[in-house]
């Protein structure tokens, strides 16, 4: 009988689009108070500027399992892994989580710019409840891992975003956590650094811990994962076998290409100006299909005002 390693109910995140901005001169101030009288005088109410990023989303992981999450940028993906990893709390809903959690969610999450990348070995697995003789243990293989032998004292902000990602990777693979998370920061490294991240996560889910993966690569998602979730507009759009869900999500894909701009559902924004249509064109004006390396494009684009 499997061992439920992760459970979500109904988990939700709710945003509020410019609740920070700040109205510091007088004349900001002025505008502001214009524009809500104009729109209080010709009865329309300003768009309620808020969504829900992540939106009554359930499932369960088991222990062993690694779960693949994907969708089109803005879907909720790096939100409910937020949740997850128990950076951001959810706006409604509960998550259960049993074992520790290592989370990868941005290249160098948890380091400090001014330490070296051996301090911040020992800084990063501190933050995720590692003694430091376990550290110790586990240095030397983190550090051969990573492939950053010769900059291993040198400060951190002086690492390429790659040797950035090789390390954090490393750390948070090798410290024996009991889940693993991790969101497509795998882009930043070459090939063949990609290749021993999929090895050390096929690695670390045959010793009977969970992964899960955001990934936009298919091919990465298919080749790692038993199952997969399918996320649209913050809600679970598919859920099951991976090679299923990643038909549906590539269904889509080619729906929404074929489909006019002015015409596609997925619109997010203020509606005050809405684009209707953009077209590229040549240096004599003509509409082409695409634009081409080296080749001077001018884009057109369409609008509709609010007003």
């Known amino acids: 009988m499997s061992t439920v390693a992760i459970r979500a109910e109904g988990l939700s995140k709710h945003y509020r689009l ?25 009865g329309r109410s300003e768009p309620d500027p808020s969504f829900w990023a992540v939106k009554d989303v359930s499932f369960e992981v088991n222990q062993g399992e690694v779960l693949g999450i994907i969708g089109h940028n803005g879907a909720g993906k790096s939100t409910l892994l937020k949740i997850l990893s128990r950076i951001t709390q959810p706006t409604k809903g509960t998550v259960d ?18 330490l070296t990348g051996r301090e911040n070995i020992f800084l990063n697995a501190a933050m995720l409840g590692m003694r430091r003789d376990e550290v110790r243990r586990k240095f030397d293989e983190i550090v051969a ?14 690492y390429s975003s790659g040797m950035y990602v090789r390390l954090a990777f490393a750390v948070a693979a090798h410290l024996e956590p009991e889940i693993l998370i991790v969101d497509e920061v795998l882009a930043v490294g070459d090939a063949s650094f990609q290749q021993k991240c999929l090895g050390k996560m096929e690695e670390v889910s045959r010793s009977g811990r969970t992964v899960l993966i955001v990934s936009h690569n298919m091919g990465i998602i298919e080749g790692l994962c038993e199952r997969a979730i399918l996320l649209e507009k913050g809600r ?40 209707t249509e953009i077209d590229p064109l040549a240096k004599d004006r003509h509409s082409i299909a695409a634009a081409m390396t080296g080749r001077d494009v001018t884009i057109r684009m369409h609008y509709r005002s609010a007003d």
């Open 18 to 42: 410019g609740a920070a901005v700040q109205h510091n001169t007088l004349r900001d101030q002025v505008m502001h108070r214009l524009k809500a009288l104009t729109q209080w005088g010709s």
């Open 97 to 114: 989580i049993y074992g520790r959690v290592s989370s990868l969610l941005e290249v160098g999450t948890g380091f400090h710019s001014e």
């Open 145 to 158: 891992f990573s492939g950053v032998e010769d900059f291993i004292d040198t400060p951190v902000k002086r």
């Open 236 to 275: 679970v759009a598919k859920i099951g076998k991976t090679q299923t869900v990643v038909e549906g999500y590539a269904d889509a894909i080619r729906s929404q290409a074929s489909m006019p701009i002015g015409a596609r559902p997925d619109r997010v924004g203020l509606g005050e100006i809405l684009l």
